[in-house]
T-cell receptor, first 114, second 114 residues
Framework: NAGVTQTPKFQVLKTGQSMTLQCAQD?????MYWYRQDPGMGLRLIYY???????DKGEVPNGYNVSRLNKREFSLRLESAAPSQTSVYFC?????????????FGSGTQLSVL | AQKVTQAQTEISVVEKEDVTLDCVYE???????LFWYKQPPSGELVFLIR??????QNEISGRYSWNFQKSTSSFNFTITASQVVDSAVYFC???????????FGQGTRLTINP
């Protein structure tokens, strides 16, 4: 019963470094999402993938890139990390991407950029 | 644009008290979906309930109940006889018809003291 698995759980970067956050789901879901959570701002959508082979920008895409590697995996890359990207990142998935569907979330990655 | 406001940043009550978490939303869409998610200390968001804009019927699930009122654009969440395990951050969210792009409120941190 893994659900949505994110790695790593914690990461500290220096400004300008790059890294990739990994996400995998085992529920055979078609749609996957990346959110960031900042104090007092709730969760904001960075990118999403409605289905394998497609990706689209969310509310706050600047400074990020994504790859839908296959149906199971959806990665988020920071090419040149900035302190403003210090946040908790959540990956999520849903079966078909419909607006009435519930999301299944991973446990999050806490990222600090110094 | 859609917006969700959870004006209560933090609430602290004593166990067995009833507590209501407020959620006010803004949207120009006629078709939309409202959600509540719970984020316990472990960090992973868990789906609690969804409502579509055409269904104003209130819902009760055990100690949890939800009051949806289109006239006031509100979707409030009440916990009856609160328990320590209810301590968490609770998020209200809205999705528009046609796409699963949740817009979250800022969240309410609920602490239940023994």
């Amino acid at each position: 019963n893994a659900g949505v698995t994110q790695t790593p759980k914690f990461q500290v970067l220096k400004t300008g470094q790059s890294m990739t956050l990994q996400c995998a789901q085992d529920m055979n879901h078609n749609s996957m999402y990346w959110y960031r959570q900042d104090p007092g701002m709730g969760l904001r959508l960075i990118y999403y993938s409605a289905s394998e082979g497609t990706t689209d920008k969310g509310e706050v895409p600047n400074g990020y890139n994504v790859s839908r590697l296959n149906k199971r995996e959806f990665s988020l890359r920071l090419e040149s990390a900035a302190p403003s990207q210090t946040s908790v990142y959540f990956c999520a998935s849903s079966e078909w991407g419909g607006p009435n569907e519930k999301l299944f979330f991973g446990s999050g990655t806490q990222l600090s950029v110094l | 644009a859609q917006k969700v406001t959870q004006a209560q940043t933090e609430i602290s009550v004593v166990e067995k008290e009833d507590v209501t978490l407020d959620c006010v939303y803004e949207t120009r869409d006629t078709t939309y979906y409202l959600f509540w998610y719970k984020q316990p200390p472990s960090g992973e968001l868990v789906f609690l309930i969804r409502r579509n804009s055409f269904d104003e019927q209130n819902e009760i699930s055990g100690r949890y109940s939800w009051n949806f009122q289109k006239s006031t654009s509100s979707f409030n969440f009440t916990i009856t006889a609160s328990q320590v395990v209810d301590s968490a951050v609770y998020f209200c969210a809205i999705a528009r018809g046609g796409a699963q792009k949740l817009v979250f409120g800022q969240g309410t941190r609920l602490t239940i003291n023994p």
